[in-house]
């Protein structure tokens, strides 16, 4: 059922496996016990920053399979795609496996689209296994939107850390929380911002117009859910969507957890504000949120990752950045006698 831009599962669609992969800063932090598989090797065993976070998403898509004892042959379509020009590191990690491949696209919020994809695609038939998978590597993001990593430049408060993480899910016709009961479509969402130091200022409007239309198409609220998790605002996002909120007269600051506020120490790891990277959303939702939906010690919650629609080149001819959201409502419950 379509309600705008929200999609109510006819057959809220299982998370049947997932799987989060991350390196040793990753492990480090107060969530490394989250993680299948840590690499303490930034090049995981081959020549090029490209080549390990390809790894990444090779191994948390192998992990992912051999949870539920699955072959490759077994999943009918994969989705997935980096932070990477033309997803390479989606591309050269997946491409052994041989699966019917969806390459996509929206930066930091790649998984929540991933996921929203992959859902319709089991709800309405056309596949019986569906799998999302994304990834971020901190050295190959930092020399394609930033500065060479030999340059030593100095990073900006409101920066953030991009993660080297990974993570996967597959999906099934509905059998076992956790469930994806709902997701929305984000619209893009420009406010002007052009540091891109700056991300969690960017992305924050865009993660609030998703929530707020979601909650406008379902009539549902904040109350209804145990958390409302962002992919990667960080400090200066996370501020900024609840003043947001506080606008429409809406309390968010409760339920709000952030991914990027979540997965390093900031007592002890210098992250200045915060995680981001599609690995930082996948991660955390396939290691800490999918495990506790699973068991029932998480209900309901609103998963709603952000992305920066920037590239370097337009940034540096002082365009604008762009953000988006999409948002998946995940739920131990099917929705029946609930």
């Known amino acids: 059922m379509l309600q705008k831009a929200t999609r109510i599962m006819k057959a809220p669609p299982s998370v049947i496996s997932s799987a989060a992969v991350g390196g040793r800063k990753e492990h480090e932090g107060p969530m490394g016990h989250c993680f299948d598989k840590i690499n303490d090797d930034p090049y995981?065993?081959?020549?090029?920053?490209?080549?390990?976070?390809?790894?990444?998403?090779?191994?948390?898509?192998?992990?992912?399979?051999?949870?539920?004892?699955?072959?490759?042959?077994?999943?009918?379509?994969?989705?997935?795609?980096?932070?990477?020009?033309?997803c390479v590191g989606t591309t050269y990690g997946v491409e052994d496996y041989d699966m019917p491949f969806l390459g996509i696209y929206s930066a930091c919020s790649t998984m929540s689209e991933g996921v929203l994809l992959a859902s319709v695609l089991v709800d309405s038939g056309h596949s019986q296994r569906a799998m999302a998978v994304t990834s971020s590597h901190f050295c190959t993001a930092e020399r394609q939107y930033r500065l060479p990593l030999n340059y030593g430049g100095q990073r900006t408060p409101t920066s953030q850390w991009t993660a080297t993480a990974g993570g996967a899910l597959i999906l099934a016709p509905k059998d076992k929380p956790p469930y994806v009961r709902a997701c929305t479509v984000g619209r893009i969402?420009?406010?002007?911002?052009?540091?891109?130091?700056?991300?969690?200022?960017?992305?924050?409007?865009?993660?609030?117009?998703?929530?707020?239309?979601?909650?406008?198409?379902?009539?549902?609220?904040?109350?209804?859910?145990?958390?409302?998790?962002?992919?990667?605002?960080?400090?200066?996002?996370?501020?900024?969507?609840?003043?947001?909120?506080?606008?429409?007269?809406?309390?968010?600051?409760?339920?709000?957890?952030?991914?990027?506020?979540?997965?390093?120490?900031?007592?002890?790891?210098?992250?200045?504000?915060?995680?981001?990277?599609?690995?930082?959303?996948?991660?955390?939702?396939?290691?800490?949120?999918?495990?506790?939906?699973?068991?029932?010690?998480?209900?309901?919650?609103?998963?709603?990752?952000?992305?920066?629609?920037?590239?370097?080149?337009?940034?540096?001819?002082?365009?604008?950045?762009?953000?988006?959201s999409h948002l998946v409502w995940l739920s131990h419950y099917s929705g029946e006698g609930v």
């Open 44 to 86: 995981f065993s081959t020549e090029t920053y490209e080549r390990g976070e390809a790894q990444l998403q090779k191994q948390a898509v192998r992990l992912a399979l051999e949870k539920i004892s699955a072959e490759p042959s077994d999943i009918d379509v994969l989705l997935g795609g980096d932070l990477l020009n033309q």
């Open 189 to 324: 969402v420009d406010m002007d911002i052009t540091d891109p130091n700056n991300m969690g200022a960017a992305m924050a409007p865009a993660a609030y117009s998703t929530i707020r239309e979601f909650f406008t198409d379902t009539g549902m609220t904040p109350a209804d859910f145990d958390l409302i998790v962002t992919g990667d605002l960080g400090k200066v996002g996370s501020r900024l969507l609840c003043e947001l909120f506080d606008r429409d007269g809406t309390d968010l600051r409760q339920k709000h957890r952030d991914c990027g506020l979540m997965l390093y120490s900031f007592e002890e790891q210098d992250v200045h504000a915060g995680g981001s990277g599609c690995g930082c959303a996948a991660s955390m939702l396939c290691g800490h949120f999918i495990p506790q939906l699973r068991e029932g010690s998480l209900k309901n919650i609103l998963f709603a990752a952000t992305g920066a629609l920037l590239s370097p080149t337009v940034n540096q001819q002082g365009e604008t950045i762009p953000s988006v």
